[in-house]
């Protein structure tokens, strides 16, 4: 297993190219199993969870071919079963329900694994596909879902901690073949969910409204093949923009759509930070002022999101001043905060509250990754550290950052990666 190692304290600054979204590439690449026809997508990350889908596409009979960034996908024929053995090693394996449904009319996939950030229900997506006229049994571990036809129908998305991102794209997925008009009220608003409506648009299928909270579907009898290229993930540009906060002299990220992290851009500024855009580049540079603590609160987007939460709270860990982050959408994603307080930060947590009081410097010490996003908050309080920090247990940054250590090695830090 390999561990990365950070000697903290150096100034980053130049620039890095971005990858293309994870969270995009999931559900697009489940997507291709709609069609016969070969589908084309570019700019797919290198990632074990991009990997992991490719073998679950691959055991539902799908051939695919991967040259560098572009994954070449003809699942001519399919099967509807995706086992334990496959699916247990992320979460987001969920997402081949909605095609494998609106294709075969059945499928079984296991319940899976994945990032360990409290209890991740997947009742929602249950209950739209219940809403198209599936039928849902979950048995020995295993969802079951079956449809002799599927008819659209008003499919809510919204729960209790607001949209499901990968509900509304597996209801979408799997209405763009229904019989009739499907309306997913509640519907997330992600980019990543109108990357898919996009992609699925190519393919052949009519929706509208996806970016807004309810999205309308008419089903079409088939789709075809089509080529595709996913966004810029977000999140890794975001997590570039702290690492340039924490400390950058200014750290220019390429191949970015500012507007998706304009949450991100805005939390940056209010705290003392330069943030310059053009059309598809952000530069963060420190503006010599006084860094101030922030309040935040995490939601669905456009608001800030979740999945920066984690880096946040290692930025607000040295900034001087009491901040507060509460998570709206996950209200037990702190893994990451006992292993930022071993490394000397003040930060305790008050039901769905983080209460940070900054403190003048961190201390490298040995760390545990826990979560994907957790890891990442590691590494750039490892970049602020004085000393060394060793973060354990890579493989959760690997499932979500292509080549990380290797792009802020780019930007001047001292970060190598070796075998524990
Ligand atoms: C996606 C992202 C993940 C991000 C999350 C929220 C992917 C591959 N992952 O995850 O990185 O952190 O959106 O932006 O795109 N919920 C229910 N019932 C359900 C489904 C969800 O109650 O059936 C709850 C969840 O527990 C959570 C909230 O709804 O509290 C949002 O979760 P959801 O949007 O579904 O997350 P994912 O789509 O799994």
């Known amino acids: 297993m390999d561990k990365i190692l950070i000697h903290g304290g150096q100034p980053l600054s130049g620039s890095i190219k971005i990858s293309g979204s994870k969270n995009s590439a999931l559900p697009i690449l489940a997507a291709t199993l709609l069609t016969r026809e070969p589908c084309v997508i570019h700019r797919v990350p290198d990632l074990s969870d991009t990997n992991y889908m490719l073998q679950i596409l691959m055991h539902l009979g799908a ?218 580049s952000i530069t963060v540079s420190p503006n010599g002022a006084v860094l101030r603590p922030l309040e935040l609160t995490t939601e669905p987007y456009p608001g800030f999101p979740t999945d920066m939460q984690a880096q946040m709270c290692a930025l607000l860990s040295t900034t001087e001043g009491k901040s507060v982050i509460t998570e709206s959408v996950f209200p037990q994603r702190y893994m990451h905060v006992a292993e930022l307080k071993r490394m000397g930060a003040h930060m305790q947590i008050e039901g769905a509250s983080a209460i940070i009081q900054g403190v003048e410097r961190l201390l490298g010490a040995p760390v545990m990754a826990s979560d994907l996003r957790a890891s990442a908050a590691l590494v750039l309080a490892g970049l602020k550290a004085d000393g060394v920090t060793e973060v354990r247990r890579v493989y959760h940054i690997d499932r979500g950052y292509e080549h990380l250590d290797e792009k802020l090695r780019e930007l001047g830090a001292h970060i190598e990666r070796v075998k524990e």
């Not at 340039?244 to 304009?262: D, F, M, W, Y």
């Open 63 to 280: 051939e695919v071919e991967r040259a560098s960034g572009t994954v070449t996908i003809k699942a001519e024929k399919v099967n509807s079963v995706a086992p334990y053995e496959v699916v247990r090693k992320m979460r987001a394996s969920v997402c081949v329900l909605g095609p494998l449904l609106g294709r075969c009319k059945e499928a079984t996939v296991s319940l899976p694994g994945g990032c360990v950030i409290g209890d991740r229900p997947i009742d929602l997506h249950l209950k739209g596909f219940e809403s198209l006229g599936a039928a849902v049994r979950v048995e020995n571990g295993n969802v079951k879902v079956f449809a002799p036809k599927l008819t659209g129908a008003i499919a809510n998305m919204c729960g209790k901690f607001g949209p499901t991102v990968l509900g509304t794209d597996n209801v979408m997925m799997a209405a763009v073949l229904a019989k009739g008009v499907t309306v997913i009220e509640g519907a997330a608003a992600e980019p990543e969910v109108c990357d898919l409506a996009n992609f699925l648009n190519k393919m052949g299928a009519s929706i509208e409204g996806a970016g807004s909270r309810r999205i309308i579907i008419e089903g079409v009898k088939e789709l075809h093949g089509a080529e595709h290229d996913i966004i810029p993930d977000r999140i890794e540009t975001g997590t570039f923009m702290v690492a340039g906060a924490i400390c950058g002299k200014g750290v220019t990220l390429n191949r970015v759509q500012p507007e998706h992290v304009s949450s991100v851009a805005t939390a940056l500024s209010e705290s003392g930070f330069n943030i310059e855009s053009t059309s598809s």
